[in-house]
């Protein structure tokens, strides 16, 4: 497990393993300010960078990530919103390397009942600490907030989601989504502004951030 300075204790009681990374992801993206156009976009890719070069140095060729039906929902539309392009996080997939086999094994599984979850066995929730996100409100509380609204009138909506996403977070490798012009050779995603990013980032490839 990779964790925080908030959940070590917790590894430690339970006598899990663990790795503790440390980087100055923030301190970094203010030196390059201006090739940036999106800081959450940013932090991810660096964050996604440090848990692949741990893996490897390690010698595991598993990756599990923690997404939730929630989450691939918000990046659903967020993709829809503002690159015109029907994706969203993929349930697993190989890295274009193919040395490392990402998951997400909680897919089908709401926040809500995750947030219940952890409350009940008293799980060390590790806060929103990011300086950057406490500036405005981001893209993917707004659509959060459009989605909650229209579950007040659709209650079965996170059930019509997940079998309408299903193609797309079914789909097992990178750099399969459909756009004109695209080399699908490459696995190249294009963001809405003018950097391309290869596909193995498929959750954090919008604007406006997180």
Known sequence: AVVSTQSTGYMEELGVEYLFERQGILAKAEETAEQISSICSYCSRMKRGRIYAAARRQGYNVVAMGQHLDDLSESFFMSVFHNGLLRTMKAHYTVTEQDLRVIRPLIYVRERDLRSFAESRALPVIAENCPACFEEPKERHRVKQLLAQQELLFP???????????????????????????????????????????????????????
């Open 156 to 210: 079965r909506l996170a059930n019509s989601l997940q079998r309408a996403m299903k193609p797309l977070y079914s789909k097992d490798r990178v750099g399969m989504e459909s756009r004109p012009g695209m080399d699908h050779s490459r696995g190249d995603l294009i963001s809405s502004g003018d950097i391309i990013v290869n596909g193995d980032s498929d959750d954090e490839m919008f604007p406006q951030g997180c």
